[in-house]
């Protein structure tokens, strides 16, 4: 079951925050979030595999919410090195495989 | 650089021809996958080979033959495709299925 990402697309000025989501119909053991800027291959930020886990990376961070099956992506004071899509993979307890949201594009204008 | 590396970056094809996508991984992974990339699409599995044994199949034509001879390298041989079939083709390979992906660059598919 794919999960679900939102915003679709956000549009953001230099220096502002931005919050992307990402949810799931079934229980979690694992969320992957990866960027791919256009024209480039899609590269691993980060992976939270326990609830309620938290991970930065930089100004970007990610928080896990096992209860609720879904992860959010935090990107503060973003940078116009910070523009792409970014994909949320997740892993469902037993299945042992990832499966990727539909993406989110992020445009950062200065 | 990621460590996986595929060939041809750009590859125009008629409906007719016959042509192969090579990916070639040099991290010691077990896993390989082949994806597809259209404009304003997801990210779509085609193909999951874990220790050379497909393992899933997401109902991909099969004009489109996947080819895994070992664990470093992963073949997508292409013919009779459809100007639909255009689009970014990815590979990727894992530690493991549930692992953390590493991407090639891409082979960008124009069929005219």
């Known amino acids: 079951q794919q999960p679900v990402q939102s915003p679709q697309a956000v549009i953001l000025r230099e220096g502002e925050d931005a919050v992307i989501n990402c949810s799931s119909s079934?229980?979690?053991?694992?969320v992957h979030w990866y960027r791919q800027k256009h024209g480039e291959a899609p590269v691993f930020l980060m992976i939270l595999l326990k609830g309620g886990e938290q991970k930065g990376h930089e100004k970007i961070s990610a928080s896990f919410n096992e209860k609720k099956q879904q992860s959010s992506l935090y990107l503060t004071a973003s940078q116009l090195s910070y523009s792409g899509t970014y994909f949320c993979?997740?892993?469902?307890?037993?299945?042992?495989?990832?499966?990727f949201g539909q993406g989110t594009r992020l445009t950062i204008n200065p | 650089e990621t460590g996986v590396t595929q060939t041809p970056r750009h590859l125009v094809m008629g409906m007719t021809n016959k042509k192969s996508l090579k990916c070639e991984q040099h991290?010691?992974?077990?896993?390989m996958y082949w994806y597809k990339q259209s404009a304003k699409k997801p990210l779509e599995l085609m193909f999951v080979?874990?220790?050379?044994?497909?393992?899933e199949n997401n109902s991909v034509p099969s004009r489109f033959s996947p080819e895994c001879p070992n664990s470093s390298h992963l073949f997508l041989h292409l013919h009779t495709l459809q100007p639909e079939d255009s689009a970014l083709y990815l590979c990727?390979?894992?530690?493991?299925?549930?692992?953390?992906?590493?991407f090639g660059a891409g082979t960008r598919l124009s069929v005219l």
């Open positions: 080979y874990n220790f050379k044994e497909q393992t």
């Open positions: 991290l010691g992974h077990n896993a």
């Open positions: 990727a390979s894992s530690q493991d299925p549930a692992n953390i992906q590493y």
């Open positions: 993979g997740t892993e469902s307890q037993g299945a042992q495989k990832l499966v």
């Open positions: 079934k229980a979690l053991y694992s």
